[in-house]
């Protein structure tokens, strides 16, 4: 089942919140709109691959995606490139940290000239008209890491940050307690786990106070929605320790 995030008319974006099936983790897939032409952000593995392809024929043809974007090189998060590759003329948006990863997942000779590598500093894209800010989240978790800024929307799809453990049902809804989401749903552990570093948090949220942002919408589980609820989030998030801040000896031990 298929989210309209935001839709203009003209510039829409879709969240897919329930597409993984079986025992594989949670995971949302997004797609972004203008003019008729996309671009997937995300879009998964081969548990999400047939239905995603289904459902993003709701909003604008497959043939004219212009882009897949991969915010890193994660199984979940572009693990199904291969079948993108095959059916679209799409460009592969990634980090130069996993270009030489993406051909691992794809047919022998799919990746030639199909790859265009984010710089470490983010870019721009132009999406047939509309400008989307890639922007640089290095560390959070993986090297080499993106998130995507919609100007148009003012969402900011923030990849593994933010990220909660959640069913398929809560998945991609607005946090309405952020105090009860953060002790409920897994957000707080999962931080201290894949986050590297509190540096990094720190940075990430000072570039991102200079956006106009309106909606924080993860990879994994639900939102936050509206200016209180992102200030609550980057409050939270710039103060958190996690990563090589919290290792000790006791993690470094002979089995």
Not at 65 to 76: C, G, L, W
Not at 224 to 232: D, L, N, R
């Amino acid at each position: 089942m298929s989210v309209s995030l935001f839709d203009n008319g003209e510039h829409k974006c879709v969240a897919f919140t329930d597409l993984v099936e079986g025992t594989g983790v949670q995971s949302n897939q997004f797609a972004i709109s203008h003019g008729g032409e996309g671009m997937l952000l995300d879009p998964g593995g081969n548990l999400t691959y047939k239905n995603l392809l289904a459902e993003m024929a709701d909003h604008f043809l497959p043939s004219r995606t212009r882009y897949i974007f991969a915010s890193h090189a994660d199984p979940d998060i572009i693990a199904s490139v291969n079948g993108w590759l095959l059916i679209t003329e799409a460009q592969v948006l990634i980090a130069q940290e996993w270009e030489r990863f993406v051909p691992h997942f794809c047919l022998k000779g799919a990746t030639e000239g199909r790859l265009q590598i984010i710089p470490p500093q983010g870019m721009n894209v132009d999406l047939n008209g509309a400008t989307l800010k890639i922007l640089p989240a290095h560390y959070l978790h993986p090297v080499g890491n993106f998130h995507v800024y919609d100007p148009i929307s003012k969402i900011l799809f923030s990849g593994d940050v933010g990220a909660s453990l959640v069913d398929a049902e809560a998945a991609g809804k607005p946090v309405e307690d952020f105090e009860a989401h953060l002790r409920d749903n897994g957000m707080a552990a999962f931080h201290r786990r894949y986050m590297s570093g509190n540096r990094a948090c720190k940075l990430w949220v000072n570039m991102v106070r200079e956006l106009d942002v309106e909606w924080i919408v993860p990879q994994h589980g639900a939102s936050f929605k509206g200016k209180a609820m992102v200030e609550k989030f980057l409050n939270w998030f710039e103060n958190i320790e996690c990563g090589v801040d919290i290792l000790t000896q006791d993690d470094f031990r002979l089995p």
